[in-house]
């Protein structure tokens, strides 16, 4: 119950203004389509505009929810038991899986997370073991719409990185 009460605050949050359109990526988000693996956190990325200077202003976040008993820990801020990391896209990857994030209910909590498309093609831009271990479990159980995979690939400058994924893991997809 205490992700589905995580959730519910984020929307409380969205309501009041706090933030923008949001959604969820990283393990959390995979979880929805493959075999769950170990998380510690939950990465929400949110819509944002940069304030003056081009630098992201944290602190109405921060306020809201330490109002509200809520307190920060690390780069994080606990929310009903989860580390809550609030991040921007990054990259015209996350921005593009941002915005195509597909509504799923959880409990009686509507949110949004991430295409196993976009997920996938995130795991394979950012390169990290745990990204290449996750990505090899999509392969293997997470039957991704590969027109749409591809056609993310190539919007990002990411098709060669697949060729040598494919090449590497024998990925015959």
């Known amino acids: 119950m205490g992700m589905e009460k995580t959730f519910f605050v984020l929307n409380e949050m969205q309501t009041a203004n706090i933030i923008g359109r949001y959604a969820i990526g990283g393990a959390?988000?995979?979880?929805?389509?493959?075999e769950p693996g170990t998380t510690f956190d939950l990465d929400v990325f949110i819509a944002?505009?940069?304030?003056?200077?081009?630098?992201?202003?944290?602190?109405?976040?921060?306020?809201?929810?330490?109002?509200?008993?809520?307190?920060p820990e690390r780069e994080a801020i606990m929310i009903e038991?989860?580390?809550v990391q609030f991040l921007p896209p990054g990259s015209a990857l996350t921005k593009e899986?941002?915005?195509?994030?597909?509504p799923?209910?959880?409990?009686?909590?509507?949110?949004?997370?991430f295409t196993k498309e976009h997920l996938m093609a995130i795991c394979l831009e950012t390169g990290r073991p745990k990204d290449?271990?996750?990505l090899v479990q999509f392969v293997q159980e997470g039957e991704p719409d590969m027109d749409q995979f591809l056609g993310i690939l190539n919007r990002h400058g990411l098709r060669g990185k697949w060729q040598n994924f494919q090449a590497r893991f024998?990925?015959?997809?």
């Not at 959390?28 to 493959?34: K, L």
């Not at 899986?97 to 597909?102: D, F, N, T, V, Y």
């Open 170 to 173: 024998d990925a015959s997809l």
């Open 28 to 34: 959390v988000a995979a979880f929805f389509y493959i």
């Open 97 to 102: 899986a941002l915005e195509a994030a597909q």
């Open 132 to 134: 290449i271990a996750r």
């Open 48 to 71: 944002w505009e940069p304030g003056a200077g081009g630098l992201l202003d944290f602190g109405p976040i921060y306020s809201y929810l330490m109002a509200r008993g809520y307190q």
């Open 81 to 83: 038991g989860w580390a």
């Open 104 to 113: 799923v209910t959880v409990g009686e909590t509507p949110i949004h997370i």
